[in-house]
């Protein structure tokens, strides 16, 4: 599913973020990635998504070497991930059930199935009580609730999560380690 093969990121200030990484992720299977801040968890990330470019190496996401793939291609390799990212990445205009909407509207799903999918995946993060309110109107966790439900939405081949529970309560952050396995 993933795999990195003697991957490096070099960037052009000499810094040297991921060093010869070697590693594979398979179908199925949960993996932490911890380090201290700036140890590279980040720069790992933006490789598997393509925000950034490997200085050597090769990685293979769903069977397919990603290291030369086209920026034109990198949407359709993007629909295949949920992605929680740290900062949420929330669209301000736009309520609950629109932010979520809004990954499914992406993919062109039809008007029938988000009106079907997002409440169902607002339930089972806990929010459907919150769909009609606004990212400024919600706690932390909840806001990275919505980023959750809007990376399962359509049913990813796989969820890349930057600090997932960074903002959840313990008591919060069990029940989404226990779903996501």
Do not use: C, W
């Amino acid at each position: 599913m993933i795999e990195f093969k003697n991957v490096s990121k070099i960037y052009e200030t000499g810094t040297e973020a991921v060093h010869n990484a070697t590693f594979s992720i398979e179908k199925g299977e949960f993996a932490f990635l911890v380090g201290t801040s700036g140890s590279g968890k980040s720069t790992l990330i933006k490789l598997i998504l393509k925000e950034e470019e490997a200085s050597r190496g090769n990685i293979i996401i769903n069977g397919k070497d990603i290291t030369y793939l086209r920026q034109k291609r990198v949407p359709y390799l993007r629909r295949s991930m949920g992605v929680v990212f740290q900062d949420f990445r929330l669209l301000p205009d736009k309520t609950v059930y629109d932010n979520v909407a809004f990954a499914m509207h992406i993919v062109r799903a039809t008007p029938k199935h988000i009106r079907r999918q997002v409440p169902m995946v607002l339930s089972l993060v806990g929010l459907s009580n919150k769909a009609k309110m606004y990212p400024n109107e919600l706690s932390g966790g909840e806001q990275q609730r919505v980023a959750l439900a809007r990376a399962l939405v359509n049913n990813p081949s796989m969820i890349i999560a930057d600090e997932p529970t960074r903002k959840f309560r313990p008591r919060n952050s069990l029940g989404y380690y226990e779903f996501i396995k």
